[in-house]
């Protein structure tokens, strides 16, 4: 039996893991389940899956999952470090898919027992890459990506050497927008950000992907994931997301990873690895599809792209600030208080504004100076929405 635990259990990749893991019961031992507020199906994932302990991050619901699991044996525990105590319960094999830095500290500490982490926590890798890195190679835990296009470009790697890789292409499907005349997008709903052509994804992801602060977020995680120079990583629209990604090497051929946008892919192949295993997805048929499609990202449209790149050639821990001020100038647009074009705006005053973050943005990478840069810098990023909504 292998020990698993899922963070974020009752989210988009949360549920998609459990779906997976619940078509081989006799396989699997749940250690942990963690949630924040949809107490009602974190409880019923944990007697459905017979989990040890059902964890939510919101305080204030701890008496509302002890009742819910009243008798059932498991147990509930709430609250941020209910989180990082249940990270440090050995397991074989950890899902990262809380959404938001919120995540690196559960996934830290599940690398510090030594499990693999699945990593769908892309915020993980932005704002502290090396440091990820570092623990699982010191502890003998290991990463996986969980990402679509990471998972990809993992695939497309097997076997391969790394000097013999001359570029990595990530696809964005181009979100909500991507046809939209330019002038329209400051006008832009939440309604209108929160559908997504192809993926069913979390609703902050499908508004990242709207603006590309997504991909933007991608781009970084790739380059902390398989130690390229930014100018080896490329973003191309394929607003059809069946090719997830594509590696180029020094002979001029480029290998794409192809297969239908169901996330169940990347989780099945993170929790089966190094085995392929059958998954239940989709199998394309190609002349019904007929053809891909491809185009340059347009920087205008898509800022987010320009300030990764800022954020790379930066340094240091400016990927926690970019993620800091992302999440934030997110949280003002889903609460009205900004216009879908100002989103970019806000990350761009905080990234450039280094007092902000009274010079740490230079300091060790350590999680107390990464969580210390994201408080400062989620500060500088409400600062800079109240000057705007004032
Ligand atoms: P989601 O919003 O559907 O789920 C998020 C999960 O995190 C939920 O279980 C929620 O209860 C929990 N959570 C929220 N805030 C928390 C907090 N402060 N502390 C602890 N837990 C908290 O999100 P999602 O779409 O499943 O995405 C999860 C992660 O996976 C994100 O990092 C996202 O970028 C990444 N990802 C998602 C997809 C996708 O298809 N949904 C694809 C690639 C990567
Ligand atoms: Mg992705």
Redesign the pocket.
Known sequence: MRRVSI????????QNTIDLIARAPDEYEVVAL?????IAQLAQDAVRLRARIAVT?APDLGPELKEALAGTGIETAAG?EA?IEAAARPADWVMS????A??LAPGLTALEQGATLAL????SLVCAGALALKTAQRHGGKLLP???EHSAVFQALIGEEMAAVERIIITASGGAFRDWPLEKLAHATLEQASAHPN???????TI?SASMF?KA?EVIETREFFGVDPDQIEVIVHPESMIHALVGFNDGALMAHVGPPD?RHAIGFALHYPDRRSLPVERLDLAALGQFTFRAPDDTRWPALRLARDVMKRGGLSGAVFNAAKEIALDGFIDGRLRFTQMAEVVEQVLTDEKAVDGLIDAEMTLDNVLAVDHLARKAARTAISRKAG
Do not use: C, H, Y
């Not at 993926?199 to 992801?205: F, L």
């Open positions: 963070f974020g259990s009752t989210g988009s990749i949360g963690t949630g924040a507020r949809n991050a941020p989180l898919a809380i959404v938001g919120a995540g769908a926590n892309k915020e969980v990402d679509s993926w069913d994804m979390g609703q902050r992801i990242d997504n977020l996330m």
